[in-house]
């Protein structure tokens, strides 16, 4: 895929994905959480490191994900994140919200 094909995120959006993502999935490292998003995405978002990690950082600080350590597929020791009943809350509220936030887009598109 061409660079310039890549996705910007919106504010906040990296959130939504990530806490979508665990919800979905359950448990996972940075890296697997940060490559789901990009294969459901057609590689067209590109999540880096430099990205993933302060996010989980916020995310675990607002108390919507937990961690522990673990040992990944290939041996590795790694940080495992879960989604907890606050994530679940605030997942549902950042749904309805980009719902809203799309159909105001698509409404103002339409009327172009």
Known sequence: MNPADRIEFLQ?????????????LGALH?????RRIE????????VNQGT???ALV???EQGWISSEW???ENNRRARFYSITAAG????????ANWQRVAALVNAVLAGA
Do not use: H, M, W
């Open 12 to 24: 906040g959006t990296l959130d939504l994905l990530v806490l979508q993502t665990l919800a979905s």
């Open 58 to 60: 916020r995310l675990e």
């Open 52 to 54: 993933i990690y302060p």
């Open 70 to 72: 673990g040992v990944s």
């Open 30 to 34: 940075g890296f697997g959480i940060a």
């Open 88 to 95: 679940r809350k605030q997942l549902k509220g950042e749904i």
């Open 39 to 46: 294969q459901v995405s057609g590689d067209t978002v590109l």
